[in-house]
């Protein structure tokens, strides 16, 4: 159970590559039901920080604690079957087999059932949960398709399915509107903050494009250097000196 609401709690969080330092004594909490976005310049420590949480790296210093457990270290499988699921930077789908069987994998991932139960239960609420991702995000007519033929937009939505496909209490997503048109950004913001809200989802997101970040966030850290240097709503962070200094740049005349 979430503790005063409070999903993901990271604590004191340092992380270094010998004497690199890629974190610095990150804290930040995101609550139930929220939209949290990290932003930052290239090297500012956010893929970093997705990764500590998910628990590909394990951290220098600090802890990290999910649902009022205590997660750091732990292994990353581990962390997924508790209800965290991530969506990388670089597309990670399976390419070689069909849109429906990417989701059925990942949707059987999450079973933790056995026997004959667990034959009813892939036969029956497996086919549902394919059908209602694969509606969700517009893919219904491409379930028999390679997933190697779609699209860079289409297969992007395709790992976000996979990672909602384990039905996760968390959601990393690692910039999922990278290399999408202006169209398909705004439809994949959309689409985001639908489902979030559907599901219940609590998101953590990193993304480069500011029009998604200011329009989906209800709060934003801003990372620089490895160290957090502001965090509050987007108008807020918008305005922040610091912020402006480090990252924005001047609002435009």
């Known amino acids: 159970m979430a503790r005063d609401g409070v999903v993901l709690a990271v604590e004191g969080v340092s ?15 995101v609550r139930q039901g929220e939209v949290f976005s990290v932003i930052g310049p290239n090297g500012a420590g956010k893929s970093t920080l997705f990764n500590v949480v998910s628990g590909l790296y394990a951290p220098t210093a600090g802890r ?32 070689e087999i ?18 004959r139960l667990a034959s009813l239960w892939r036969r029956a609420d497996v086919e549902a949960r394919v059908t209602e991702l694969l509606e969700a995000f517009g893919l219904t007519a491409k379930r028999d398709e390679l997933a190697e033929n779609l699209s860079h937009g289409e297969q992007r939505y395709l ?39 559907a599901r219940g989802l609590t998101l953590l997101l990193i993304e480069h ?42 609002p435009e005349a």
Do not use: W
Not at 98 to 108: C, I, L, M, P
């Open 64 to 95: 990290v604690s999910f649902l009022g457990r205590e997660i750091t270290g732990l292994a990353p499988e581990t962390i997924n079957r508790l209800g965290v699921a991530k969506t990388f930077q670089i597309t990670n789908i399976f390419p």
């Open 159 to 197: 790992e976000i399915c996979l990672a909602l496909a384990t039905e996760p209490t968390l959601l990393l997503l690692d910039e999922p509107t990278a290399g999408m048109t202006p169209g398909e950004t705004r439809g994949a913001t959309a689409l985001i903050k639908k489902i979030a809200l």
């Open 15 to 29: 992380k270094s590559f010998g004497a690199l330092a890629a974190l610095t004594d990150v804290s930040l909490s």
């Open 209 to 250: 494009d500011m029009s998604v970040v200011m329009g989906i966030s209800d709060r934003i850290a801003v990372l620089h250097f490895g160290e957090k240097i502001a965090e509050g709503p987007p108008e807020q962070i918008r305005n922040d000196p610091r912020v402006i200094e480090a990252y924005l740049g001047p």
């Open 98 to 115: 069909s849109v429906g069987e990417n989701v059925s994998v990942a949707s059987q991932s999450r079973a933790a059932v056995s026997g």
